[in-house]
């Protein structure tokens, strides 16, 4: 067996043992930060979920009703032009939702676990949210996502940001 076949029937192992082999390092370069795209960091991990941007008043109130399925990896993230106090609710939403409210730093504040499809309960984020990301019901909890993870975003100020672009 040569040199070659030999690493790649090691990988391929290490790969069926469920053994991950550290990926080379990424820099954290403004060039992986992109408008349709979530970072999510924290204790338990990273996550990235492609998106949907809201920020327009009537993009935001339209959100992700009438929705009948979302991909795991997917979301909406509903933007606004400062930092305040934000509900939400389900009315015409067809689907259970995560809903995690960010401060201006791209903090999580607060995470509302599985939002009911068309309950018109208002859900509150707090005072000073400046974006919602909203994901599959469930998934925040599963991934682990809770107060204090961090979001990488270009929306929010690359000065200010806990984990900046």
């Known amino acids: 067996m040569t040199g070659t076949a030999r690493v790649l029937w090691m990988a391929i192992w290490l790969a069926l043992a469920g053994v991950m082999l ?3 390092p990424v820099r954290a370069e403004a060039s992986v930060c992109a ?15 492609a998106v949907d ?11 992700l009703m009438f ?7 997917k979301g909406m993230l ?15 939403t067809l689907i259970p939702l995560d809903m995690i409210f960010m401060d201006a730093t791209g903090t999580v504040r607060h995470v509302h676990h599985d939002a ?9 984020g707090g005072r000073d949210t400046l974006a919602v990301l909203e994901i ?5 909890r599963a991934i682990g996502i809770v107060p ?6 270009p929306a929010f100020d690359a000065e200010n940001a806990a984990w900046p672009c």
């Open 136 to 140: 599959n019901g469930g998934l925040a």
């Open 78 to 92: 509903f933007v606004y032009p400062r930092p305040g106090p934000v509900a939400f609710w389900m009315k015409n």
């Open 148 to 153: 204090g993870s961090q979001m990488r975003h």
């Open 22 to 24: 550290p990926a080379a």
């Open 67 to 73: 929705v009948e399925q979302m991909p795991r990896g």
């Open 53 to 63: 941007l809201a920020q327009t008043a009537q993009e935001r109130s339209r959100g």
């Open 116 to 124: 009911v499809p068309g309950d018109l309960t208002s859900i509150e």
């Open 35 to 49: 408008e349709n795209v979530v970072h999510l960091r924290g204790d338990w991990g990273q996550a990235r979920f």
